[in-house]
């Protein structure tokens, strides 16, 4: 199981296509992530302008 980084939207998965956005631009090759619990309270969230809770990756090559 290899998870991937949407390049778009940086939600990270194991399946080909993104949950979050519906892209099948994905990659291998991200670093740093970040966990989102409660995409509404957080600041990180918003700055990523995140509206759903998961893992996201920091960088996405
Ligand atoms: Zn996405």
């Known amino acids: 199981m290899t998870d991937k980084?949407?390049?778009i939207c940086h939600f990270i998965s194991d399946g080909?296509?993104?949950p979050n956005c519906d892209e099948s631009d994905l990659s291998?090759?991200?670093?740093?992530i970040v966990v989102i619990i409660d995409p509404e309270g957080s600041a990180v969230a918003r700055?990523?302008?995140?509206?759903?809770?998961?893992h996201y990756a920091l960088r996405v090559r």
Do not use: E, L, N, T
């Open 5 to 7: 980084a949407c390049r």
């Open 28 to 32: 291998d090759d991200f670093s740093g």
């Open 47 to 54: 700055a990523m302008k995140v509206k759903k809770k998961g």
């Open 16 to 18: 080909s296509i993104c």
